[in-house]
C-alpha cells in the first residue's frame, strides 16, 4: 500500500509539472546547449568549482548519512526499543510535519537574520548531534528529541544548499549545476542504505548512526572552509 500510495503522488506531481510549472530557460539557447549524453567534465568542473564544489560536496555528504539512517533506522527502533511499524510511521511523520513547519514559518526569517554559509554548517551539527543522541536513547521520548534535532538540521540544510548552488552558478549553467547537485543526491541515497545496513548486520545496530554523525561532522569541516 505503501508503494501505491507513492506511486499516486507521484503520478499528481508529474502533471502538475507538465501543466503548471513555468519554463524559465531561454527556449533558442536551451536548444543550442542541449546535450544528449552525460559529460563526465561538465560534472568533474561542478565538483572542482571554487565556490559551488564545496556545495555539493556538503549535499553528498549530508544525503549520504540522511539515506543511512533512512535504511536503517526502522530496524535500529525494532532492535533496540521494540517499536512496532505504526511507532515508527509516527516517527517518520513527525520528522516531516517539524520540517514542513520550519521551512514554511522559520526559514526565511532565519535566512534573513543570519548568514546562509553559517546556517547550514549550524544545521550539519545539528544532524550530527541528532545521530549522536539516537544510538544513547532509551526510549520513545529521546528519538522524539533527537528526531526533532535531525528534522530541524535537515529542513534548514537541504533548501539552503540548493539556493546556493542556484546563486553561485551562471545563469546559463544553473541547469547543469542542478542537475548534478541531484544526481550527487541519488548517489548518496543509493550509497547510504547499502552502507547503513551493512554496518548494521556487521558491526551493530548504533553502527550506521555513529557513521552517518562523523560523515556529517566532515561535511561542516568542508562547509567551514569554503
Known amino acids: 500500500v505503501p508503494a501505491y500510495v507513492a506511486a499516486a503522488v507521484s503520478a499528481i506531481a508529474l502533471i502538475l509539472t507538465y501543466f503548471y510549472l513555468p519554463e524559465t530557460a531561454n527556449k533558442q539557447t536551451a536548444a543550442k546547449k542541449r546535450k544528449l549524453f552525460f559529460s563526465m567534465k561538465d560534472f ?12 555539493m560536496t556538503v549535499y553528498f555528504l549530508l544525503m549520504l ?9 526502522a530496524l535500529f527502533a525494532e532492535h533496540s526499543l521494540s517499536l512496532k511499524a505504526d511507532t515508527i510511521g509516527l516517527l517518520f511523520g513527525y520528522l516531516g510535519v517539524v520540517g514542513i513547519a520550519i521551512q514554511l514559518f522559520f526559514l526565511k526569517k532565519l535566512t534573513k537574520r543570519f548568514d546562509e554559509t553559517l546556517l547550514v554548517i549550524i544545521g550539519v551539527l545539528l544532524m550530527a548531534g541528532a545521530f549522536g543522541l539516537m544510538t544513547a536513547a532509551r526510549d520513545t521520548i ?3 528529541i533527537a528526531i526533532t534535532g535531525l528534522a530541524i538540521g535537515n529542513s534548514v540544510t537541504n533548501p539552503i544548499l540548493t539556493g546556493l548552488v542556484s546563486k553561485l552558478s551562471d545563469e546559463e549553467e544553473q541547469g ?3 542537475g548534478i547537485f541531484q544526481s550527487l543526491a541519488s548517489i548518496g541515497r543509493l550509497i547510504g542504505p547499502l ?13 550506521p548512526f ?17
Open 44 to 55: 568533474i568542473d561542478a565538483l572542482t568549482h571554487p565556490k559551488v564544489g564545496s556545495v
Open 176 to 178: 547543469s549545476a542542478l
Open 65 to 73: 548519512a540522511f539515506a543511512s539512517m533512512q535504511g536503517t533506522f
Open 195 to 207: 552502507a547503513g545496513t551493512f554496518l548494521f548486520s556487521t558491526y551493530g545496530a548504533k553502527a
Open 142 to 144: 529521546h528519538l522524539f
Open 210 to 226: 555513529l557513521t552517518s554523525a562523523f560523515i556529517l561532522l566532515g561535511a561542516a569541516g568542508v562547509g567551514w572552509n569554503s
